[in-house]
């Protein structure tokens, strides 16, 4: 896939939404950026296991743009089931050919390890030389005997008192098991919906809108746990799509 060059207008308007240029202290949790596309009427795809393009070509550059700047990007295994996606980088500042160095670390939220990295995109393009090999979090790691490729890294995650991941704990494990100082989070519904509530978790929010309803069958965009306050709210338009940048707030 080629890219349009990114927007000129793209760049300061996100550039109090990325990771800081510094390296964080050893106590300092993981920057975390939530990002996604959504259809007006809040759908991120047509139906589950469906993948839907909802972008303009300007805002999917931004979404390379974006990895650029991340150590690590992380999908459930639903999304990765679904779209098989790269979770690559094609895009670099000084114009030549991405390679692997560009690209964040593929991080994919397995619990049940119903994900397989073999024969995925992600294993073609870190063969090429144009990708890295995937973090895979799951709750038990699976027999050495079922594990083909060497390059996957399975990892028990922390879990909290309902047995389900502790978003908090599981960024802190990453980046001390793993060095991963920013996180890139793309989907899909249930790991938006749970950190969509996680102000403690999320730093950054970057929602591409674009021009387009899905209907009531599609997935849909809306955390459980209630009414979500944003803040520091800024927004870009493009052609087709608008980006809304926001901090999720933090209540006392």
Not at 67 to 82: K, M, N
Not at 138 to 147: G, H, L, R, T
Not at 231 to 236: E, K, L, P
Request: with cysteine; hydrophobic share 35%; aromatic share 8%.
């Amino acid at each position: 896939m080629s890219l349009l060059p990114i927007r000129a207008d793209l760049l300061p308007f996100l550039e109090d939404y990325l990771p800081p240029r510094e390296a964080p202290t050893p106590d300092v949790k993981p920057f975390v950026t939530l990002t996604y596309a959504q259809s007006l009427d809040s759908r991120i795809s047509k139906g589950r296991g469906q993948r839907t393009v909802i972008s303009h070509f300007e805002t999917k550059t931004m979404t390379h743009y974006l990895r650029y700047h991340h150590d690590g990007i992380l999908v459930g295994a639903g999304t990765a089931l679904a779209d098989n996606p790269g979770l690559n980088c094609q895009w670099s500042p000084e114009d030549t050919i991405p390679n692997a160095k560009c690209s964040p670390r593929p991080i994919i939220i397995d619990p049940r390890c119903t994900w397989h990295y073999e024969g995925s995109k992600m294993q073609r393009l870190q063969l090429q030389g144009s990708g890295k090999p995937p973090i895979v979090v799951v709750k038990k790691k699976p027999p050495q005997s079922k594990i083909t490729d060497s390059k996957v890294v399975y990892f028990e995650a922390p879990l909290n008192s309902n047995k389900h991941f502790d978003w908090l704990a599981l960024v802190r494990a990453l980046k001390r098991e793993f060095g991963i100082n920013s996180i890139m989070v793309e989907g899909g519904a249930v790991v938006i919906n749970e950190l969509l509530a996680r102000p403690d978790v999320v730093d950054s929010l970057i929602v591409t809108i674009g021009a387009t309803y899905l209907g009531e069958q599609g997935v849909g965009v809306s955390p459980p746990s209630g009414e979500v306050t944003l803040t520091y709210v800024d927004w870009w338009k493009g052609t087709l799509d608008s980006v809304m940048a926001a901090r999720l707030l933090r209540r006392a």
